[in-house]
């Protein structure tokens, strides 16, 4: 068995904060606890208006606090993001994330992440990185 606290893992290299300055993201569950997917608690920040294309992973996001919005770029629709909405990227969607408050999201991807990965010029997490140790 596992068991994290949200609390501790803040306070450790499982914190990861966006080097652009759109978020922070505790990784709860990485790729070396063998469960298939990795688990994200991230924070974006107020203001935050960001492009992202996860090419390589399939992402769940259910929104726990805050407002924002995201829209799909290959149609341009934009969904309203509050307490309860959940958005699965199942086609690998182009998007843009917009922070109308400051935002608390539980994020699953799969395959799962290692735990240091930021996005790349593209807004994509590569595949491999340097493997983080678990806490």
């Known amino acids: 068995m596992i068991v994290r606290t949200l609390a501790e893992a803040e306070k450790s290299s499982r914190r990861i904060v966006d080097p652009k300055g759109n978020w922070d993201s505790v990784r709860l569950l990485l790729k070396d606890d063998n469960m298939g997917f990795s688990f994200h608690i991230t924070t974006i920040y107020v203001g935050a208006d960001f492009q992202m294309h996860y090419q390589n992973h399939f992402e769940s996001v259910y929104c726990l606090s805050g407002e924002g919005e995201v829209e799909t770029l290959d149609d341009g629709r934009k969904y309203p993001i509050k307490p309860g909405t959940v958005y699965i990227l199942d086609k690998h969607d182009r998007h843009i994330l917009r922070a109308f408050s400051e935002m608390k999201m539980a994020?699953?991807?799969?395959?799962?992440?290692?735990?240091?990965?930021?996005?790349?010029?593209?807004?994509?997490?590569?595949?491999?990185?340097?493997?983080?140790?678990?806490?």
């Open 107 to 135: 994020c699953v991807f799969n395959p799962p992440v290692t735990g240091h990965e930021v996005h790349n010029a593209e807004g994509a997490y590569e595949l491999e990185t340097d493997k983080v140790s678990k806490a």
